[in-house]
């Protein structure tokens, strides 16, 4: 089975994104960054997505994206399905924080339950038979709207249309050029059906 252990950013300047992921949300092992500039614009075709446990917490990743650097795209606010909030790191990485609660349980913390990568696809139902084919195993699957894979890696994968993935993170779908990010799994080296590129694990360093 193929399993997303990590996502490696590209970045113009890593020190800068390194020191953001640390200081916005304490990450490490689960997002690395490497040096790249290849020519993108807009929309990137992806999200990170922080699951936690409550909303304090995501007010606590909120607030020191914020302070590190983040523009904020979607203030944090309550919904029908939580609590959360989206803003887009100095790198251009958009990050959605948000939990399914919508009251404190317990004390603020600002543990990670979860990292989620998103995928904005042209075509969700031939994206999900390409990853199928790859030896990911489909856990969700709501026709071509959403697709998402199980596994015991350290980041979950998900499918969604490029155009609703735009309208979540809240910005415009337009975009042209590099993802700007390597997906890192226990497996082999390929490219999907929108261009986003796997590598093994240890093919990748962080610099």
Known sequence: ????????????????????????????????????????????????SLIVGQPSTVDSL???????????????????????????????????IATSEKKDTGPATRAIDSVA??????????????????????????????VEFDGDGRVKLALYGRKALAKDAGVPVDGTGSHRITLLADGTTFTDPDGFSWEPVRATSSH
């Open 117 to 146: 990568l998103l995928l904005g696809c042209q075509d969700v139902a031939a994206s999900k038979k390409f990853y199928v084919e790859q030896g990911l195993t489909v856990a969700k699957s709501f026709g071509r709207k959403y």
């Open 62 to 96: 909120f607030n020191s994206a914020v302070e590190a650097g983040a523009s904020v795209i979607k203030p944090v606010a309550k919904s029908l399905w939580g609590y959360g909030g989206t803003v887009q790191g100095p790198d251009g990485t958009i990050w959605k």
């Open 1 to 48: 089975m193929t399993n997303l252990q990590s996502v490696v950013l590209e970045a113009a300047d890593v020190a800068a994104a390194e020191k953001f992921l640390g200081d916005a949300f304490g990450l490490t092992g689960q997002v690395r960054v490497r040096s790249g500039a290849a020519e993108t614009s807009g929309f990137r075709a992806f999200t990170l």
